[in-house]
């Protein structure tokens, strides 16, 4: 498979033209590091500028973030439809083996992306080496407007179609595993607000609720430093101005694999994340736009915690 070189642009800066396919070195000031501009698609609307260091000795094979897609969501997929029942029959809580073995290949995202940056392409670990490569930047006042859109769109999507997912999980080459719960589950009726969550009573739970929010976000955190920070600038090199949209196909269609009735679902938020990062050259703009969408979920819990509309039972 042939690799990449960084992207030529006219002289006026607007043009991409993807010259050869390989990644070269452009010497900056003398440093061990050259660095690839991020291109900038005025006419189209998207802006990445942030630099990205690159090692142009090392070459990036164009493959490496399908393999590196493929292999989290076959993991994830091999976790939650083989994982979750073996570990549930061998009496481990139904929460702890789900979002356990969810969690478990997405936590290790942010290690591996740092080894990447390391090893090809000479990068160092320095806070300020970090936050260029992985685009961790402040979201300027016209960027705050793109995440507030690709949360509105994230939101109304779900819910839209949802009569849809239902329909697809009745398919048998679609539906969810008969151990997935609500609201996962979109066989499943979850209550509103809910009593149980994964087999665990809410009310008055607290320590699931201090303990699930922190680990949520690390988990979102971790897929916006690989997804976003790391693959989105080099599928730009590759892919141009419709790089988000690759990003956001192949995190909804093969990291989400295992959510196989909601693949249509789930797209239009999907697209949203690595869209608005590509706007606004900020992986802290796509992790506003994945978590807030998410936090809904932890509304919810936090009713049922609080009991509110509880008639007093204790929600067996």
Not at 38 to 58: A, F, S, Y
Not at 234 to 250: D, K, R
């Amino acid at each position: 498979m042939g690799a990449l070189r960084s992207p030529q642009y006219s002289a006026e800066g607007r043009n991409l033209r993807v010259k050869e396919r390989m990644f070269t070195q452009v010497a900056a000031g003398g440093s061990a590091l050259g660095h690839v501009a991020g291109p900038r698609w005025r006419e189209e609307g998207l802006r990445t500028d942030v630099e990205m260091p690159i090692r142009g000795e090392e070459e990036t094979h164009v493959g490496l973030h399908l393999i590196i897609f493929a292999v989290t969501g076959g993991l994830i997929y091999l976790s939650i439809y083989w994982g979750v029942p073996q570990l549930t029959e061998r009496r481990v809580p139904s929460i702890y083996a789900f979002f356990g073995l969810l969690w478990a290949p997405i936590l290790l995202l942010p290690p591996l992306a740092l080894a990447l940056f390391v090893r090809l392409e000479g990068g160092t670990l320095s806070p300020e080496a970090v936050a260029t490569r992985f685009r961790l930047t402040p979201i300027t006042d016209s960027g705050w407007i793109w995440v507030g859109m690709a949360v509105l769109v994230t939101v109304i999507s779900e819910p839209a179609f949802e009569g849809l997912g239902r329909r697809l999980a009745r398919i048998p080459l679609l539906a969810p595993p008969p151990h997935l719960p609500a609201p996962f589950n979109p066989l499943c009726r979850m209550e509103i607000p809910p009593r149980q969550f994964f087999g665990m009573t809410l009310k008055g739970n607290w320590r699931l609720l201090v303990a699930f929010i922190p680990m949520h976000l690390v988990a979102m955190f971790a897929e916006e430093m690989m997804w976003r920070g790391y693959m989105l600038p080099l599928q730009e090199t590759m892919f141009g101005p419709w790089a988000w949209v690759i990003n956001g196909v192949l995190w909804a269609w093969v990291v989400h694999a295992f959510l196989k009735w909601h693949l249509v679902g789930m797209l239009p938020g999907m697209l949203a994340a690595p869209l608005v990062a590509q706007v606004t050259g900020s992986t802290w703009a796509s992790l506003i736009a994945h978590a807030v969408p998410n936090s809904l979920l932890w509304l919810l819990l936090l009713l049922g915690v609080l009991g509110v509309g509880s008639s007093g039972d204790d929600g067996q």
